[in-house]
């Protein structure tokens, strides 16, 4: 690239140079007073704002550095500055000129930390302007609007000292009608890193590369044989696609040597995208997902990247920590779920990546510990927790950063990451400024704390769990050139972890007072906890019944999981709206397995037979259920001779069951009867259906009158029987005697005449006929046979039952 000294119309004469740097020198030497000096101390937030406002009146101009190359030169290199001065005042200015400045090294970490956190203020600029022809002139700068400036500089003129940070600037000067004289208008400070021999002792230094999202999946999945999957929405599709967060962060990531960091929620959810999904619409409706080439060409992306490096394999769903000691630890069967979380996570990545993780690190939100989440976090089998140094704080005096590892007791060690260097690339970094800026200031940290000791260390860097493209890439940026550099090497977690601690470092784990207030706010209440108890017990009752438990019980374990993750932090809503969802569900579930509702029943008669349904409308069978009837009025009705009778039942999937239990009446009236399914374990499953049975039956009092009533019919027809026959002998008798005395036959007008001479077969017709007028005789309210009667009149809301 051309130096801007090059440009025709830019240089201006000597003559005039020195004029004008003269008059600046009088008019600035307020804002120079602090030129070649060190600041102190880190100024105060407030004398930080009340510099901004001085600084932001009519005459400022903003400067923005969007590039520096390269971020750390070496002997014989070109330091190219470009970007962009924008007059943010009311006056046009003229005359004006970016300069470059170089300050002297700065001594600690402290001092990067001080510039760092004012990079615009314009007092106290340090070096004097590079000079000669390595400026860039603009003859004016009209209000609003924003010019582009490039200068390139061989390293040999800025007259590097000895290694270490450097101070560097670049300013606006100019002047306005107001104040018609050169003035400083405007700064943009930032560091050069110079080291351009190897290092004596390089520091090892481990990166943690996160591939972390939020929770997608639901715990809904489709009836079909695949249990096609459903999304609460299809975001994840944007993260994965060309630019996204997550194709950037495996874009990048593959070109450094880093330690993956990898939720094998994030995982699952890619590789289910990979096949047939779903996703959830308004109200219960679904749509088909549509980007199975983009989940399937990341996980061959990220499968290519992580060979030979580092993974290491969070819990599933990136559980909260911190919530879950906080908030969750004296709620029952919580811990149960983190450890069932650390336990898929080996397999899960294992499966899917084909390469093998350790799962022997816990990694609170922000490194932030006390004694509790230390407890919870080794709960599940994990020794190592990811702390960072502002939780971890040095006590002891060490003139340097120690090293990452900590043994914190009970065969523990804390990883403390470096604070400044984990937490510089927060914010917004969507403009080239802004990232320039968190890249020149990590490198300069990470070389001023190799110059601290000879002694060689071991740090660790953990950024935001999940940052965004910009981010990403401003964190690629300086982590090659951390890894192009002189002063450092890469190295893996595991073995930061295991490195010798110093013996001075920090080891006491705080106490939860001193846990940040602000995190505390964003943690899952006890109330989160009690609802994701209270859907495992319901998935507990549910499950016992199936017939292949695994395609309940392994979608809802993975949604339990992602009811404590981290990602829910600043999302309270969302995180209860997917809490309700899971639960809801397994009650629609649990609910295709019910009693289907009975009418008034009839039962007429000393016995009969109760039908009871149970109907099934899940796609798979169900067994190890038991249908118990009970009856509340046992002395009127009892169930096969008892308060209340049991049946096992079994039902296929898509059918329903008919179960019959025999009843017997001890006296007339309603009964209430009770039906309700019950596990074999002896829990209530759903709810009971309650129906009344109406008896009819009849008493032994009843029988008895009817019984005598037809005793004495008999007894009156054999009477009858026996009279006539005696009637018929004593005829018999006298016509013999007529006969003899020449008498003739009876008088026809004689009845007792005419019935003497019946035949035997007359008298049997009129018993018959006797018979048939004993009936007539017969009043309505005498009793009935104990027979169930038919009826041929509709049963309205009745149900008569079997027999």
Not at 609 to 634: F, G, K, W
């Amino acid at each position: 690239m051309a130096e801007a000294a090059d440009f025709q119309g830019m240089s201006p004469s000597p003559a005039r140079r020195w004029l004008r740097r003269t008059g600046a020198l009088i008019a600035g030497a307020p804002l120079l007073a602090g030129l070649l000096q060190l600041p102190a101390a880190a100024p105060s937030h407030a004398a930080g704002q009340d510099s901004l406002k001085a600084a932001s009146g009519s005459d400022t101009v903003a400067v923005a550095v969007d590039s520096l190359t390269p971020s750390v030169p070496s002997e014989g290199d070109t330091l190219t500055v470009s970007g962009t001065v924008t007059n943010e005042g009311k006056q046009a200015v003229t005359d004006a000129q970016v300069d470059l400045h170089l300050g002297s090294a700065l001594n600690t970490r402290s001092d990067i930390d001080a510039i760092a956190q004012q990079p615009d203020q314009r007092s106290g600029l340090a070096g004097a302007p590079v000079g000669g022809k390595y400026v860039q002139e603009f003859a004016k700068l009209t209000p609003g609007v924003s010019q582009h400036f490039s200068i390139s500089v061989p390293v040999d003129k800025l007259d590097l000292g000895g290694d270490g940070v450097y101070q560097f600037a670049v300013s606006l000067s100019g002047e306005t009608a107001a104040q018609p004289w050169e003035r400083l208008l405007g700064v943009q400070r930032t560091f050069l890193p110079w080291q351009p021999e190897e290092s004596d002792t390089k520091t090892r230094t481990t990166v943690l590369w996160p591939l972390i999202s939020s929770s997608h999946m639901t715990a809904e999945t489709g009836s079909d044989e695949a249990q096609t999957p459903v999304f609460r929405d299809d975001d994840l599709a944007q993260e994965l696609a060309p630019g996204g967060r997550l194709q950037q962060l495996v874009a990048l990531g593959k070109q450094l040597d880093v330690t993956w960091v990898i939720d094998p929620d994030l995982l699952a959810s890619v590789d289910a995208m990979t096949d047939s999904y779903r996703v959830q619409g308004e109200g219960d409706a679904t749509t088909a997902g549509t980007h199975q080439e983009v989940a399937k060409r990341w996980l061959a992306d990220l499968q290519q990247a992580v060979q030979d490096k580092e993974v290491v394999a969070l819990p599933f769903a990136d559980p909260d920590l911190a919530s879950l000691a906080h908030n969750g630890t004296n709620v029952t069967g919580s811990l149960n779920h983190l450890k069932e979380a650390t336990d898929v996570a080996f397999d899960t990545v294992a499966s899917i990546l084909h390469v093998e993780s350790t799962t022997d690190f816990a990694w609170p939100v922000n490194g932030a510990v006390d004694p509790s989440i230390v407890k919870v976090a080794t709960s599940a089998g994990a020794d190592k927790v990811i702390a960072r140094s502002d939780s971890l704080v040095e006590t002891g005096g060490l003139p340097y950063t120690p090293s990452a590892a900590r043994p914190i007791g009970g065969g523990t060690t804390a990883v403390a990451a470096d604070a400044r260097m984990s937490t510089v690339f927060q914010g917004n970094l969507t403009r080239a400024s802004s990232s320039t800026l968190a890249v020149q200031r990590f490198l300069a940290q990470s070389l001023a704390l190799n110059h601290q000791t000879g002694k060689q260390r071991s740090i660790v860097v953990a950024p935001q769990r999940m940052p965004t493209a910009s981010q990403a890439q401003a964190m690629a940026d300086a982590v090659t050139a951390l890894q192009d550099g002189t002063w450092s090497e890469p190295q893996e977690l595991t073995a930061a972890a295991s490195a010798k601690p110093d013996s001075g470092a920090a080891t006491k784990v705080p106490s939860a007072s001193r846990y940040p207030s602000s995190l505390r706010k964003q943690e899952l209440p006890r109330a989160a906890f009690e609802q994701i108890e209270n859907t495992r017990d319901k998935l507990d009752n549910f499950k016992v019944i199936l017939t292949n438990q695994s395609r309940v019980v392994t979608p809802f374990g993975r949604a339990m999981n992602r009811e404590m993750s981290t990602s829910w932090r600043g999302r309270s809503a969302e995180a209860a709206d997917y809490r309700n969802g899971v639960e809801a569900y397994i009650n629609s579930l649990a609910g295709q397995v019910t009693l289907i509702e009975k009418s008034e029943t009839k039962l007429s008669g000393r016995s009969a037979t109760i039908p009871v349904t149970v109907q099934n409308n899940l796609v798979q069978d169900v067994d190890h259920l038991v249908l118990r009837l009970t009856s509340t009025s046992p002395r009127r009705l009892e169930i096969d001779g008892d308060t209340y009778s049991e049946q096992d039942v079994s039902v296929s999937g898509g059918h329903s069951q008919t179960v019959k239990f025999s009843t017997s009446a001890q006296a007339n009236g309603q009964a209430t009867v009770i039906a309700q399914l019950y596990t074999e374990d002896g829990q209530k499953y759903g709810s009971p259906v309650t129906f009344d049975v109406k008896v009819t039956e009849f008493t032994a009092t009843v029988m008895l009158v009817i019984g005598g009533g037809f005793l004495l019919l008999v007894l009156a027809g054999f009477r009858m029987y026996t009279q006539r026959k005696r009637a018929a002998a004593a005829r018999d008798a006298g016509e013999d005697g007529s006969q003899e005395n020449g008498e003739t036959d009876g008088d026809p007008e004689n009845p007792e005449d005419t019935e003497s001479r019946l035949t035997p077969e007359d008298l049997l017709k009129e018993e018959s006929r006797a018979g048939t007028r004993a009936d007539a005789s017969e009043q309505p309210s005498d009793p009935t046979p104990d027979t169930a009667a038919e009826n041929a009149d509709p049963s309205g809301t009745g149900e008569r039952v079997d027999r």
